[in-house]
């Protein structure tokens, strides 16, 4: 896997640990260890976010840094398979 | 038939209405590269399915 | 509102065509028990939740529904997009070539179109969250019968994921529901409606 596929494929799995942690707290609001980890993990995926679309595209519009050519609207569509 | 299990705890809880056991999360996966394929992070949600029709 | 990461959940990395697996997949996405139904069954519950934590519930798990609704799609589109004309004729899915070419339309497997009439919303908390564990089930069930009938390993990862993601919604729907118990009389929980009634005999 190339660095750009990795690092891609991580972004997934941090948001993803995110999400399964959103949904136990929705319903545990109270529960200090699962909000550690969610501190924790919310931290690295924001890193990752900002890196990903420096280096290569951006995932979400408001990350876009665009000077020649409107980055956002150049990013891969999802579907097509494979970053 | 079997006759039904009687539970200490849920059988005493007010009939007419269904209740789902709380869920307390101990560990997470330590592996999540694993826990993404699985579709969770919680080692007790994960309940795959293994069913066969084995019926030629 | 809605914020939108452009890209899949969970990868759909499909190399095989099959027109037989994206008919019954379609039901996924259309159908009664499908990602569609669920995200907007939950999306317009919350707005009559009683309590916040089960209406934040329902936003952040319709949220999530709609991602699957994005991988449904994006798995019928690859497995779909390269169908000869051959294919399409031998497999069945001329019949929904002829309308719709290799377009994604949310239908049923058996061709009924999305419609309202596949979910509820009834404005009684208990009775929407009920709605909503068996949805979870119905959709759980769908999985199980498309892992039977699915070999490609590409098809098989994301659908084990999005079967996954339903039991785990079960339990946080079942959760809410002892939210919501634990908000009303255990003497009788069905005296009024939160939502509603705002006396109470």
Redesign the interface.
Known sequence: MSHKEQM??D???????L??????L????F?V??ME?FNHYSKIKNQMMAEFAQKYF????DLAESSKEWS?GM?????E??C | MQDYRFDEHFDNYPIAMAYIPWQHFEQIFDNLEEAYEIGTIFPELNKPFTGRRCVE | MWSYEKRLQFPVNIKRTDAKSAQAIISQLGGPDGEMAASMRYLHQRFSMPYKEVAGLLTDIGTEELAHLEMVGAIIYQLTKDLSMDEIEKSGFDKYYVDHTIGIWPQAAGGIPFNACQFQVKGDVITDLYEDMAAEQKARSTYDNILRLVKDPDVCAPIKFLRAREIVHFQRFGEALRITQDNLNSKNFYAFNPSFDRCND
């Open positions: 891609f494929r972004i997934g799995i941090v948001d993803f640990v999400v399964d942690l959103i949904l136990y929705d319903t545990h609001p529960d260890d699962a980890y951006p995932l979400t519009g956002w990013a891969p569509l999802p579907w398979g494979v």
